[in-house]
């Protein structure tokens, strides 16, 4: 069983920036994709950023190109998720996510563990 939690949400401003992390435990993430979505009030949950195991490749919703980057630092089994020039469209709450195979690319990647997920509330 994986036990993912995440950290770091809070209310910013338009244009400031906030740092996400999930931590995991009950597993060694470093062989495993990872990824970060979110859910805003009244919305489908939406994938935001995904990140390979090495950490060497990553994919991005094309709405956070250019101003979100998830790392990772498995010797931590943590993954990030850096948010910057937020925008009010970015509110909701922010999960991440784990798989159950280390098979799948970055597109198919079947997560089946979540976090409790973190709030971030952008004002305009």
């Known amino acids: 069983q994986v036990h993912l939690v995440e950290s770091g949400g809070g209310l910013v401003q338009a244009g400031g920036s906030l740092r996400l992390s999930c931590a995991a435990s009950g597993r060694t993430l470093s062989i495993y994709n990872m990824g970060w979505f979110r859910q805003a009030p009244g919305k489908e949950r939406e994938s935001v950023a995904a990140?390979?195991?090495?950490?060497?490749?990553?994919l991005y919703a094309d709405s956070v190109k250019g101003r979100f980057t998830i790392s990772r630092d498995n010797a931590k089994n943590t993954v990030y998720l850096q948010m910057n020039s937020l925008k009010p469209e970015d509110t909701a709450v922010y999960y991440c996510a784990a798989p159950a195979s280390v098979y799948g690319s970055l597109r198919t990647t079947n997560y089946v563990f979540w976090g409790q997920g973190t709030q971030v509330t952008v004002s305009s």
């Open positions: 990140i390979t195991g090495s950490g060497t490749n990553t």
